[in-house]
């Protein structure tokens, strides 16, 4: 893990299971890194973005919003920003029913779609509704402005924001996204995500306005010789 502007390619991140947040040394060592991060803001907006579809970004944000809510004293809010998989409903088992776009759009209030959640001070809540027909799917379904409110709107509510977005590729307000977070987290795959791309995805994170607070490898796999193993 590799936190601030970074040249070089960060080091190995080993991997953690959200479903014990509390035990996760990993994970309890990204949160103390985000929260140094901090600067003096009411509201502290973290996005949690991969260049591409299985790096973990789900499962780092589910795991860090559940973290957060059970360690600070503060109301948490984990927005699912993928509409392509809404991964985050999918793990609870919810629908997700108003979004915060109908929130912006005023169909509905924000507390309509909030999702309040067991663990801690942490709701769960849609930042669009899902995209069913994906053929039919442009990658842009919020404006500028938009975001704007609703990022506004999330603040004056929750202490914590941790947004799960969809791989760059794939939704293109992701990036845009960016610009409105105190700061992206960026999460490679081990192996199989090439440094050129997270070099890349860092610099449109910075062309978009927005700023990397550093990258997170995950799966990661140990690697252990035959001369070690035979003492195994």
């Given at each position: 893990?590799?936190?601030?502007?970074?040249?070089?390619?960060?080091?190995p991140?080993?991997?953690?299971?959200?479903?014990?947040?509390?035990?996760?040394?990993?994970?309890?060592s990204?949160?103390?890194?985000?929260?140094?991060?901090?600067?003096d803001e009411?509201?502290?907006?973290?996005?949690?973005?991969?260049?591409?579809?299985g790096?973990?970004?789900?499962?780092?944000?589910?795991?860090?919003?559940?973290?957060?809510?059970?360690?600070?004293?503060?109301?948490v809010?984990?927005?699912?920003?993928?509409?392509?998989?809404?991964?985050?409903?999918?793990?609870?088992?919810?629908?997700?029913?108003a979004?915060?776009?109908?929130?912006?759009?005023?169909?509905?209030?924000?507390?309509?779609?909030?999702?309040?959640?067991?663990?801690?001070?942490?709701?769960?809540?849609?930042?669009?509704?899902?995209?069913?027909?994906?053929?039919?799917?442009?990658?842009?379904?919020?404006?500028?402005?938009?975001?704007s409110?609703?990022?506004?709107?999330?603040?004056?509510?929750?202490?914590?924001?941790?947004?799960?977005s969809?791989?760059?590729?794939?939704?293109?307000?992701?990036?845009?996204?960016s610009?409105?977070?105190?700061?992206?987290?960026?999460?490679?795959e081990s192996?199989?995500?090439?440094?050129?791309?997270?070099?890349?995805?860092?610099?449109?994170?910075?062309a978009?306005?927005?700023?990397?607070?550093?990258?997170?490898?995950n799966?990661?796999?140990?690697?252990i010789?035959?001369?070690?193993?035979?003492?195994?």
């Amino acid at each position: 893990m590799l936190f601030g502007n970074h040249k070089a390619p960060p080091p190995p991140q080993a991997d953690w299971l959200p479903e014990d947040a509390g035990a996760g040394q990993p994970l309890f060592s990204l949160f103390n890194k985000l929260a140094m991060l901090r600067k003096d803001e009411s509201s502290f907006a973290v996005q949690v973005l991969g260049p591409h579809p299985g790096c973990g970004v789900s499962t780092i944000s589910g795991g860090l919003a559940e973290f957060t809510a059970l360690n600070v004293d503060a109301p948490v809010a984990l927005i699912d920003a993928d509409p392509l998989k809404m991964s985050q409903f999918q793990r609870v088992g919810i629908t997700a029913g108003a979004s915060l776009q109908d929130v912006q759009q005023g169909k509905a209030s924000l507390d309509a779609a909030m999702h309040r959640m067991h663990r801690g001070n942490l709701s769960l809540m849609a930042l669009t509704p899902p995209i069913v027909d994906r053929k039919g799917y442009n990658g842009r379904t919020l404006s500028i402005s938009a975001l704007s409110e609703i990022v506004g709107l999330l603040r004056r509510r929750f202490q914590w924001i941790i947004v799960d977005s969809g791989p760059a590729r794939d939704v293109a307000f992701s990036l845009v996204l960016s610009r409105f977070m105190s700061g992206t987290v960026v999460v490679a795959e081990s192996e199989k995500t090439r440094v050129p791309v997270i070099h890349e995805l860092v610099h449109q994170v910075y062309a978009n306005g927005g700023t990397s607070l550093g990258v997170v490898i995950n799966k990661r796999k140990i690697h252990i010789s035959d001369f070690l193993y035979r003492f195994l």
